[in-house]
């Protein structure tokens, strides 16, 4: 049972670098989410998807980018890394006709240099 | 505005005390609300969801719609209950999760 897993588990890139994390569930799970948790923070909603083909934007959204071609892939892209863009970040999936509950993956912590 | 408040960044107990986090938010409606904790080099797990009112490693959460509270409850603490908690609430349209910043609980012997 993989459920769901994010790739890389740990990132170092520089400055204005384009950066890419995976995340990939096996459960079909019709919705998922990119969060970033930062001290202080807590966590923060960057994009979500409702199904394949849609996403929407969360609470900061600025200078990331998501795509969705397939119901269990959900990358998300740094198109031009920043320092404030050094965080841990999560994905999660959900199936809301099933239950409310959210399943995080281990996250990914990405240092911007 | 939908939002999600934990007044306290870090809360240190002995073992063996009571433990309440608190969780107040701002809704208009009912809301869907849940506690999430994070164990150390763990990912983040649900804890408890009000609708279910059941007791998870002996913690509680009653929905106070007066005091539009959420406050997580153990009577006696255990080390293993050090870990990053989470309170959360379901946006308006149902489509995605608020959280709050976090407690930290710190159980001590």
């Known amino acids: 049972d993989a459920g769901i897993t994010q790739s890389p588990r740990y990132k170092i890139t520089e400055t204005g670098r384009q950066v890419t994390l995976m995340c990939h569930q096996t459960w079909s799970h019709s919705y998922m989410f990119w969060y970033r948790q930062d001290l202080g923070h807590g966590l923060r909603l960057i994009y979500y998807s409702a199904a394949a083909d849609i996403t929407d934007k969360g609470e900061v959204p600025d200078g990331y980018v998501v795509s969705r071609s397939k119901t269990e892939n959900f990358p998300l892209t740094l198109e031009s890394a920043t320092r404030s863009q050094t965080s841990v970040y999560f994905c999660?999936?959900?199936?809301?006709?099933?239950?409310?509950?959210?399943?995080f993956g281990p996250g990914t912590r990405l240092t911007v240099t | 505005a939908q939002r999600v408040t934990q007044p306290e960044k870090l809360l240190s107990v002995f073992k063996g005390a009571p433990v309440e986090l608190k969780c107040n938010y701002s809704y208009s409606g009912s809301p869907e609300l849940f506690w999430y904790v994070q164990y150390s080099r763990q990912r983040l797990q649900l804890l408890l969801r009000?609708?279910s009112r059941e007791s998870i490693k002996g913690f509680t959460a009653d929905l106070n719609k007066g005091e539009t509270s959420f406050h997580l409850k153990k009577p006696f603490a255990q080390e293993e209950d050090s870990a990053m908690y989470y309170c959360a609430l379901y946006n308006q349209a149902g489509t995605a999760l608020i959280f709050g910043k976090g407690t930290t609980l710190s159980v001590s012997s």
């Open positions: 009000h609708i």
């Open positions: 999660a999936s959900s199936e809301p006709r099933q239950s409310y509950e959210q399943y």
